[in-house]
């Protein structure tokens, strides 16, 4: 009989705050963090510092790697680090609204434009990716960078600007606070920075690259713009190359003629003023249209990460490498003209001038540092990795100045040490005001460990030993440690057992979240703590060559204090780094550095066996509850399972890809779970020999692994900082099965890098995926039983008997197989729609277009019916039109299609018209004459 296990699957995560791998986002109330947690986003309250909810799609495995949120706040797309893109609002935590998939690494720049109904993405594969949020497909990819890219902003037209400035009552002084009027312009220009130096500007209506700026001598990191009330309109831009801050004067007039004045490059000939990667001819320096306009000076001399303006634009805020956030000051026009007088004053007083009428003195232009001035600089608890600026709340006034009552404005900053930090801006300096730390270690997880109950989970790492809430994932207890290197719980759950580094035993009351006190037990890293079965003492494993025996003990004069009394000690010939005890503690079993373990009688401490046959030392090891097997896995990546009555190796399994850290049986039975620097968790059967599954889900090396009594969950920590809970169902596992399961995927994956292979160099948007795939295949299963069933229908009317619809139809109540196709297309889901029809052969093509033409003709769903149809044309326009058996359908679609679409026109024209006149009732009806 086949043997049956039962299947782990992921459960809870918790200790991550803010990972490291992308940018933190404020939503639009500036109360919420919307924060990267490897795989999930969470959506942090900073002032309670609690998780307001979590985005999580199952079926991701991606790590997050961009954040970007429109501007009116109600929707957040998230990159990955897989090249998709999910699309994901504040209701939604386990269904993504829609998702993208059409980059081949991962995405590392996302902007909305200012209506939202756009997306554009930046990847690590150097091209830009335009989205239709609406119509949840991919509009156009543009390509021209040659690495990576890090930031992309949405420009209006110089026409838009410029009418949007003649309709407003602009008062100068105090133009930075009308920033707002031009917020809701569309978009005509994406700007683009890359890792390759250069900053491109597009033309949205053509998709053409119509300027490059070539003047930076380092990679480009950071890119924000604001604009300048001049005539003709104008733009500044920042950015972030190097050590500077790079200030580039765009003229939006210049940039809309730029298409009227040169001609982009085809691809069949290349004229000797274009350049060789597609973008328009270069202008010359008086009429391009951006124009780099000088260095703005920033005290920290590392990179910025982040450029962020404030809601009106009157500040700037620059968050760099280290722990440094500065903040700068927008001047008005008139501001700034002062200053540049006050500078051409002191030139002529100081006799600067070559003549006697200064005119040398009038060469003194205005710089960056006359438009934009330091004016504080905020350090943060950490290095600063991503910032944002807090929008107003909702109802908040506006004006900005010092007249303004309070702080001006609010930014936050996710820091590298796994924490959220918000700073307010006033007049007269920055303050911290919240922080989120509580919730996760500042660096990686070392060890973990579980109270008897299972309720508790300790987890210690650097400089910090955390308790939590193993139901909840909250953080009850949080205690400053040393470098911690083991843990373990006290019998009783009131106190904590901590190992350091530098050798000293540190024991933790839970209740009073104290240490109460700090024994200076060994003279090396004390790499290991197990305790005695009879729960009266525990065994210590350290560094310096010995293994220590201790009691538990209270004193009674300072209040029954829980102390530890050393009671003997095992001296041996190399440095110890993992100890045990068998359940009925009979037998110690310590490793060595040598690549060894030795096995001594726990009561004489005799040596018993010696275990030898690792190359590489043991890091681990564990002993089954019926005292009859040990598991030892090493840094030669393989386990061993020996027998505990005379020492012999009974199997020796290559386990892992990397060392391997941890090693634990389930209670009452041979089964194993180990972890490892490769990532991953593995469950073995040692009766058999076999690996159960294989559980993947850390991002980084697993260093600490801890189960439940009986394996009803088990708990593992890791460098990526997170814990994870992986819970035991009742579904049962079969060894076959997964072994086919694990084939299939690996299948896949080969069949998603060819076809996406094959795909290089196309124009298409869209990417093979796994769900694509399928899709496709149910739309060749729809078509061949339409295929079928019309040919049975068309029997069936010449021989005059009853026809029987096919048992599918009838199960899905489908009246014809026509009306089953469209069900089937409809079921996709929207964008994967066109990858899916990629992967119909072209022989099917002729009948999915008489298909389509019987749907134009009814009007059936003609959204889906017309994308459908397009795509195809365009994706086989060459085989459609040199086959002439095809010319009849389509002369029907053309007349079909046609139709249908003026009787929608005529629909929409009607609505759109009764709208206007509902809207002209309103606004008379709302009108008093005083």
Same mark, same amino acid.
């Given at each position: ?13 918790? #200790? ?105 993405? #930046? ?252 004016? $504080? ?33 609010? $930014? ?60 909840? #994932? ?77 009691? $538990? ?141 294989? @559980? ?8 600490? @692994? ?27 596992? $079969? @060894? ?61 009317? @010449? ?132």
């Amino acid at each position: 009989m086949v043997k049956a296990y039962l299947r782990y699957v992921p459960g809870r995560t918790f #200790g991550v705050v803010a990972s490291t791998g992308a940018n933190l986002v404020a939503d639009v109330t500036g109360r919420l963090a919307i924060a990267p947690a490897l795989q999930d986003v969470i959506v942090w309250d900073c002032k309670k510092a609690e998780p307001v909810t979590t985005w999580r799609d199952d079926e991701n495995k991606a790590e997050v790697t961009c954040i970007a949120r429109t501007r009116q706040g109600n929707h957040f797309a998230v990159g990955y680090n897989d090249g998709s893109i999910r699309v994901w609002t504040m209701r939604s935590s386990t269904t993504p609204q829609v998702i993208f998939r059409g980059h081949k690494g991962a995405v590392t720049a996302l902007a909305f434009d200012p209506a939202g109904t756009t997306l554009a993405s #930046g990847s690590a594969d150097t091209e830009i990716v335009l989205w239709d949020i609406v119509g949840e497909a991919g509009k156009a990819r543009l390509k021209g960078h040659k690495d990576q890219i890090t930031s992309l902003v949405f420009v209006p037209s110089g026409a838009a600007l410029q009418q949007r400035a003649e309709s407003l009552d602009v008062d100068r002084k105090h133009d930075r606070q009308l920033h707002r009027h031009l917020a809701d312009l569309p978009p005509a220009h994406l700007l683009s920075a890359s890792k390759d130096t250069t900053v491109k500007a597009w033309d949205l209506a053509t998709n053409a690259c119509v300027e490059t700026v070539v003047t930076h001598r380092s990679e480009v990191w950071a890119m924000a713009v604001t604009h300048m009330w001049q005539d003709p309109p104008e733009m500044l831009t920042l950015v972030s190359a190097g050590e500077e801050i790079k200030v580039h004067k765009v003229n939006a007039v210049h940039l809309d003629q730029i298409l009227s004045t040169t001609t982009t490059v085809t691809t069949d000939a290349q004229p000797p003023s274009s350049s060789a990667d597609g973008d328009v001819a270069m202008l010359d320096e008086p009429t391009r249209a951006i124009t780099f306009h000088g260095d703005l000076k920033k005290v920290s001399s590392q990179r910025a990460v982040s450029l962020r303006f404030s809601a009106c634009h009157r500040y700037l805020v620059a968050a760099c490498v280290d722990t440094q956030v500065q903040v700068f000051k927008v001047l008005s026009p008139d501001e700034a003209s002062s200053k540049l007088a006050r500078r051409r004053k002191r030139r002529r007083e100081k006799g600067a001038a070559a003549t006697a009428d200064g005119a040398a003195a009038e060469d003194v232009v205005l710089t960056p540092a006359d438009e934009i001035s330091a004016v $504080f600089v905020a350090l943060a608890g950490a290095k600063v990795r991503s910032l944002d600026v807090c929008p107003p709340p909702p109802g908040a006034p506006t004006v900005v100045g010092k007249g303004k009552k309070g702080p001006q404005f609010h $930014f936050m900053a996710s820091l590298a040490n796994n924490s959220i930090e918000t700073f307010a801006v006033s007049d007269e300096a920055v303050q911290k005001q919240h922080a989120v730390e509580m919730p996760g270690h500042r660096g990686d997880i070392r060890a973990v460990t579980l109270s008897q109950d299972d309720e508790l989970a300790a987890s210690a790492g650097t400089n910090l030993v955390k308790v939590w809430n193993v139901r909840t #994932g909250t953080c009850i207890r949080s205690m400053e440690s040393g470098y911690s290197l083991s843990v373990a719980f006290v019998p009783g759950g009131k106190y904590l057992l901590v190992g350091t580094k530098s050798g000293q035993l540190q024991i933790f009351s839970i209740a009073t979240s104290s240490l109460v006190e700090t024994i200076d037990a060994h003279e090396g890293a004390i790499w290991s703590i197990y305790l005695t079965p009879d729960k009266t003492g525990f065994v210590t494993g350290s560094a310096d060559k010995q293994v220590k025996f201790w009691d $538990f003990a209270l004193i009674k004069e300072e209040g029954n204090r829980l102390t530890a009394i050393h009671t003997r000690t095992l001296k041996l010939s190399d440095e110890v780094l993992s100890v045990v005890i068998s359940p009925n503690q009979q037998l110690l079993a310590v490793s060595l550095l040598d690549a060894t373990v030795k096995v001594f009688h726990y009561d004489s401490l005799k040596f018993s066996l010696s275990l030898y046959g690792h190359k590489l030392p043991v890091l681990c090891m564990d002993i089954s509850s019926d005292n009859t097997l040990i598991v030892t896995g090493s840094a030669d990546k393989n386990l061993k399972v020996w027998g505990l009555d005379f020492g012999d190796c009974h199997r020796s399994l290559f386990a892992h890809s990397d060392s391997i850290m941890a090693v634990k049986f389930v209670w009452g039975t041979h089964y194993v779970f180990s972890c490892s620097k490769d990532r991953s968790i593995k469950y073995w059967d040692m009766d058999k020999f076999e690996n159960i599954t294989t @559980l993947q889900g850390h991002l980084s090396e697993v260093w600490a @692994l801890a189960v439940a009594k009986h394996g009803s969950f088990i708990l593992s920590g890791s460098h990526d900082r997170s814990l994870r809970v992986w819970e035991k169902t009742d579904e049962q596992l $079969f @060894l076959v099965e997964e072994r086919e399961r694990e084939m299939d995927e690996a299948a896949d994956e080969t069949l998603l890098e060819a076809a996406n292979d094959a795909a290089d160099g196309a124009d298409d948007v869209a990417q093979a995926t796994a769900e694509s795939l399928k899709a496709g295949e149910r739309i060749l299963e729809a078509l061949e039983l339409a295929k079928d069933e019309r040919e049975r229908i068309a029997e069936h009317k @010449l021989s005059g008997e009853p026809f029987t619809p096919n048992i599918i139809l009838q199960a899905m109540n489908m009246p014809d197989p026509e009306t089953y196709v469209l069900s089937t297309i409809e079921k996709i889901r929207s964008a994967d729609l066109e990858a899916a029809l990629l992967v119909i052969p072209f022989s099917w093509i002729p009948l999915l277009l008489e298909l389509a033409n019987h749907w134009a003709e009814r009007e059936w769903n003609l959204a889906v019916t017309c994308r459908v149809l397009f795509f195809l044309l365009k994706v086989h326009h060459h085989q459609i039109t040199a086959s002439r058996a095809l010319r009849p359908s389509l002369v029907n679609l053309q007349a079909h299609v046609h139709k249908a679409l003026e009787r929608q026109r005529d629909v929409i024209g009607r609505n759109m018209a009764a709208f206007r006149y509902l809207k002209r009732e309103k606004e008379l009806l709302s009108t008093t004459t005083f």
